[in-house]
């Protein structure tokens, strides 16, 4: 197979998986899906005469990190009652973990700064 056929076919897998991506990320919101499929056939079609195989690598790799954090960075929220709304996380989605609040008590925080302002810099000792 030619070299440049296995561009040829490269690209069209960043392509396919691009929308497959955006399907993902922005399932049943019909604004949003459109929105991407536009951005992606126009960003795809602005490119189709690169020739340099160079460049082209670098824009599938472009495509496939784009990919990427759609599906890893990009939430979707649906509305469930007013003020209110649930975080639809997919397998691939990118969490961290959670640490809880903790409420420090306003004196806590006085008897820091306290403490804090007692001490001196390194450049004070000079003084």
Do not use: W
């Not at 396919?16 to 992606?40: M, P, T, W, Y």
């Not at 979707?76 to 989605?93: C, F, G, H, M, P």
């Not at 961290?96 to 302002?117: A, H, I, M, S, V």
């Amino acid at each position: 197979m030619s070299a440049q056929r296995l561009l040829r076919i490269k690209v069209l897998a960043a392509f396919k998986d691009l929308h497959l991506a955006r399907l993902q990320a922005f399932k049943g919101d019909s604004r949003a899906l459109d929105a991407a499929r536009v951005e992606i056939n126009s960003n795809f079609r602005k490119n189709q005469d690169v020739s340099d195989p160079e460049k082209i690598e670098e824009l599938i790799t472009i495509a496939k990190d784009t990919a990427i954090i759609l599906r890893r960075h990009v939430v979707q929220l649906e509305s469930v009652a007013e003020n209110r709304y649930k975080a639809n996380i997919t397998k691939d989605t990118f969490l961290l973990d959670n640490t809880e609040y903790q409420d420090t008590p306003e004196e806590k925080l006085l008897e820091f700064k306290r403490k804090k302002k007692g001490k001196k810099s390194c450049s004070d000792k000079d003084k």
